[in-house]
């Protein structure tokens, strides 16, 4: 296959050349040679080595125990007159071993000496290294390396490097040292010796060392050295090494992670084969080998096999599926990759959605009904118009009626803007139809209403005007601050959204309630409490004048059955998605708009209808039901108000108006010019007991 002769010639050439005419390897290929490596026979050496670049520098604490190692060695050469032959072979076993009982990752080390003919042996490199049993005990056994295989071969990397490198700039340092005679100390005596840094030494690529530890290792190798006999110049003597075992190094091949501090072997980072739709997760343990990794749905995305137990694909059958087939990456788009989510899941298991979707019907409905209710509005309002002259119209103050026409329009248009699926823009726009209506809608009532209770308000003997242009004048700044009020709500309100859960876990936006909508809201309900209040002080009030009635059923009907809506909205139908609210906003309309506009409008247009007159006031019963006089004729008493104008005698006898009756007393009206409009005096003729 392409990829295993491709990994063999790499083998060859590093087999014919030595390490620094060997052309980089990539990671990837790195890991590949690691995976050959391992199933193939391999002969006595390190020339199988990964010609990559790494960082070591991770391990330099524990290349100082080969640094410390080298310059003792370099101190008793020179101590003895450069003979090599001083170091005993008890020396040197003493010295790697002692290197390795550390605990730590050391797992073998070596002193390699230059061939001497003082040396017993052509060549000699005691070695110790960490041998695990069956048992998972760890002893340290020591051997001569040289007898495996020859380190003085260019291939051998850890020792043939430092060999012929250059050492002119090694530092030669001359310390002074007092020895003991008896009970005394000698003179001083100087003693010259080569001192080698860490910088000094090497670090190897990592290599398998066939026929030492049989393992992937890498290697710190530190030179030591004689004088010559001018002492102005070093001699290569050897090296002192320390092996760190690859073997229980996990490889880290997923990319690198934000913020951390790396390591040694994070060249090996990005090399996974995990596909688009996952993402890579390091398995640990695995240790000095490829596929260490496994591949689990990244967010949004599912595993296809929804009954697996295990929901990830392993790392390591992906590298050797690569191999196998002698692939570069993953070409098939369907192998070793996960399904797409439903849209607007961030996590899913299945292809189930996460979405709540509206109920088209529904809506439909509902706006069908709405355009219904808005045009019943329009066609109220032309009718009013067209009936502004008729007296019991005019005394109902046309302009206060069209006023709530329009309001109770603008309330119904707040179900055009949550048709669509909420977004910023709309939830910034849905605040000005409902409260701005509203604000129209019953502020119009409260007014008419605050006119009737000025003009009958128990004892006060004194004429009051109040038109409509007076009223109006009074209108406008409430208008004002209520649209002064929703335009600082758009301005400081930026997270108009929210996405909230159905029980059923599906995921829907709606625009976001907060303190700027709730004050809104005890705005308004303090605004019907206060309707309610007028509405007590004119109940005794002659019925020709009144309205209290009806506006008080009204504002009624706006506390109990809106509250109660809102109530549900906020507390059951969050929780059970758009279209429950879209209904219950719409009942919530037609509380408000429809059944106001009812209360108000229908026993105008059926007295207009049926052609009722209005009763006269010396006739009229209060609103306690109180007579003041016997009726003569038949007639319907109607709920109006005050009649613009001062020419309807027939509604308003001798332009007076009445104190409610209290126990022995009369009152008696007084005639006021008719050409004031909303005029009404009022004296107390006498008090007679009967």
């Known amino acids: 296959m392409a990829r295993v002769r491709y990994l063999e010639f790499l083998l060859i050439i590093m087999e014919l050349y030595p390490p620094v005419h060997t052309v980089q390897m990539t990671a990837r290929e790195a890991l590949e040679y690691v995976a050959y490596v391992e199933t193939h026979d391999c002969n006595g050496g390190t020339g199988n080595s990964l010609q990559l670049q790494f960082d070591p520098t991770t391990w330099n604490s524990y290349a100082l125990a080969a640094v410390r190692t080298a310059n003792f060695l370099s101190k008793m050469i020179t101590y003895n007159n450069n003979n090599v032959s001083s170091l005993s072979e008890q020396v040197l076993y003493s010295l790697v071993t002692n290197n390795v009982h550390l605990k730590s990752v050391i797992f073998g080390s070596a002193i390699a000496l230059e061939p001497d003919p003082s040396l017993p042996y052509p060549l000699m490199c005691p070695y110790a290294y960490k041998e695990t049993d069956n048992s998972s005990t760890v002893s340290v056994h020591a051997k001569d390396l040289s007898v495996s295989y020859n380190y003085t071969d260019p291939q051998t990397e850890w020792y043939h490097?430092?060999?012929?490198?250059?050492?002119?700039?090694?530092?030669?340092?001359?310390?002074?040292?007092?020895?003991?005679?008896?009970?005394?100390?000698?003179?001083?005596?100087?003693?010259?010796?080569?001192?080698?840094?860490?910088?000094?030494?090497?670090?190897?690529?990592?290599?398998?060392?066939?026929?030492?530890?049989?393992?992937?290792?890498?290697?710190?190798s530190s030179p030591f050295f004689g004088l010559s006999p001018d002492h102005k110049s070093v001699i290569f003597r050897g090296v002192a090494t320390i092996d760190i075992e690859l073997t229980n190094i996990d490889v880290n091949q997923c990319d690198p992670d934000l913020g951390s501090s790396g390591g040694a072997l994070d060249v090996f980072r990005g090399t996974h084969s995990c596909q688009p739709t996952t993402v890579c997760v390091f398995t640990p343990g695995k240790g000095f080998t490829r596929g260490a990794y496994f591949c689990e749905c990244a967010p949004g995305y599912f595993f296809p096999d929804t009954h697996a137990s295990n929901k990830y694909y392993n790392g390591s059958e992906i590298e050797e599926y690569i191999t196998?087939?002698?692939?570069?990456y993953i070409t098939s788009y369907n192998r070793y990759r996960c399904n797409q989510c439903a849209p607007g899941c961030v996590t899913c298991t299945t292809a189930a959605p996460c979405l709540f979707t509206r109920n088209l019907y529904i809506k439909a409905v509902v706006l069908v009904l709405t355009i219904i209710t808005i045009v019943v509005i329009f066609i109220v309002s032309v009718v009013i118009f067209h009936l502004r002259e008729s007296k019991i119209i005019k005394s109902g103050s046309p302009i206060f009626l069209l006023l709530m026409c329009a309001g109770s329009a603008l309330m119904c248009l707040q179900l055009f803007v949550m048709f669509p699926d909420a977004d910023d823009r709309?939830?910034?726009?849905?605040?000005?139809?409902?409260?701005?209506?509203?604000?129209?809608?019953?502020?119009?009532?409260?007014?008419?209403?605050?006119?009737?209770?000025?003009?009958?308000?128990?004892?006060?003997?004194?004429?009051?005007?109040?038109?409509?242009?007076?009223?109006?004048?009074?209108?406008?700044?409430?208008?004002?601050?209520?649209?002064?009020?929703?335009?600082?709500?758009?301005?400081?309100?930026?997270?108009?959204?929210?996405?909230?859960?159905?029980?059923?876990?599906?995921?829907?936006?709606?625009?976001?309630?907060?303190?700027?909508?709730?004050s809104a809201y005890g705005i308004e309900v303090l605004m019907l409490l206060f309707g309610v209040y007028l509405c007590f002080t004119v109940r005794k009030a002659p019925a020709s004048f009144n309205e209290s009635k009806h506006i008080t059923w009204s504002i009624y009907n706006a506390i109990i059955l809106s509250t109660f809506i809102l109530i549900i909205v906020q507390f059951v139908a969050e929780t059970s998605g758009p279209d429950l609210m879209y209904i219950?906003?719409?009942?919530?309309?037609?509380?408000?708009?429809?059944?106001?506009?009812?209360?108000?409008?229908?026993?105008?247009?059926?007295?207009?209808?049926?052609?009722?007159?209005?009763?006269?006031?010396?006739?009229?019963?209060?609103?306690?039901?109180?007579?003041?006089?016997?009726?003569?004729?038949?007639?319907?008493?109607?709920?109006?108000?005050?009649?613009?104008?001062?020419?309807d005698n027939d509604i308003i006898s001798n332009n007076a108006t009445w104190l409610p009756f209290r126990k022995r007393s009369k009152v008696r009206p007084i005639e006021a010019p008719s050409s004031n409009k909303y005029e009404a005096t009022m004296t107390i003729d006498s008090i007679k007991s009967t």
């Open 324 to 328: 196998r087939n002698n692939l570069t």
């Open 161 to 220: 490097t430092l060999r012929f490198q250059n050492y002119t700039h090694l530092s030669i340092v001359t310390d002074q040292i007092q020895l003991r005679t008896g009970n005394s100390l000698d003179p001083a005596s100087d003693v010259t010796q080569p001192v080698a840094f860490l910088e000094d030494g090497r670090w190897t690529n990592p290599y398998y060392d066939c026929g030492g530890g049989d393992i992937w290792m890498v290697t710190y």
């Open 584 to 647: 219950l906003y719409f009942l919530n309309c037609q509380v408000v708009v429809t059944i106001t506009m009812v209360l108000i409008l229908a026993p105008k247009f059926y007295a207009v209808h049926m052609k009722l007159e209005v009763r006269r006031r010396d006739s009229l019963p209060t609103i306690s039901g109180m007579m003041t006089q016997h009726i003569k004729r038949p007639c319907r008493s109607v709920g109006v108000q005050t009649t613009p104008t001062g020419e």
């Open 426 to 518: 709309l939830c910034m726009v849905m605040p000005w139809p409902y409260h701005l209506g509203f604000v129209l809608l019953y502020g119009s009532l409260l007014l008419k209403t605050w006119r009737i209770s000025v003009i009958f308000r128990q004892g006060q003997i004194k004429r009051i005007q109040l038109p409509d242009k007076t009223l109006i004048r009074r209108f406008v700044p409430i208008i004002a601050i209520t649209v002064a009020y929703l335009v600082a709500w758009s301005s400081a309100n930026r997270n108009t959204t929210q996405t909230r859960e159905t029980n059923d876990g599906l995921k829907f936006t709606m625009c976001t309630e907060n303190w700027w909508s709730y």
